[in-house]
């Protein structure tokens, strides 16, 4: 160190330091991101004879449980929202027995996928999401175009096998709460 610089005199140094003091009667919150293990984080869901489904509305995986929460999975067939009838809509659910209480929020970053079942062109999403309280849109989210409906029963394509069986996958790298 240079002495004219001022930081050392005669081989010592002094430093000082200001502390504030803040008087907060607010609250806080707390999150730490977990990744989620490898042999938990791949839930798949076969839905056999996918084709007699086209007008049955929405179908509902059974729940499975991940990071000790429970989820599903939410499929409308024929789309939904503006691309109803156009492309076929997948979600992740926060299942409403396993909803956070309120004022605390579940995170999750996760994949949904419709497997081709020739293993060439899967149709992927990568999305994260605050889960929040019962009954609530929070609670789900993916997208309403996720495939094509034309792709879909292209069998050239290979997304329904020939018994008409679709597999999609839910896959998570992430589930958080905020305290």
Request: charged fraction near 25%; glycine fraction near 6%.
């Amino acid at each position: 160190m240079e002495p004219s610089n001022g930081y050392l005199v005669n081989d010592c140094s002094a430093f000082g330091l200001e502390v504030f003091v803040i008087k907060s009667t607010g609250c806080g919150e707390t999150l730490s991101m977990v990744s989620v293990e490898p042999a938990e984080s791949t839930h798949p869901w076969e839905i056999r004879n996918f084709r007699n489904l086209a007008y049955a509305g929405s179908q509902y995986s059974e729940s499975f449980t991940v990071k000790e929460r429970k989820w599903r999975i939410k499929i409308c067939p024929m789309g939904d929202g503006s691309e109803m009838g156009r492309s076929l809509a997948l979600y992740l659910i926060l299942d409403k027995e396993e909803s956070p209480q309120p004022n605390r929020k579940v995170y999750a970053k996760f994949k949904l996928r419709v497997l081709d079942h020739r293993r060439i062109n899967h149709s992927e999403k990568q999305l994260s999401h605050w889960f929040t309280t019962k009954n609530s849109k929070d609670s789900e989210w993916g997208s309403n175009e996720f495939v094509p409906l034309m792709d879909l029963y292209d069998p050239g394509c290979g997304y329904l096998n020939n018994d008409g069986t679709l597999i999609v996958h839910v896959e998570f790298a992430v589930v958080s709460e905020v305290n």
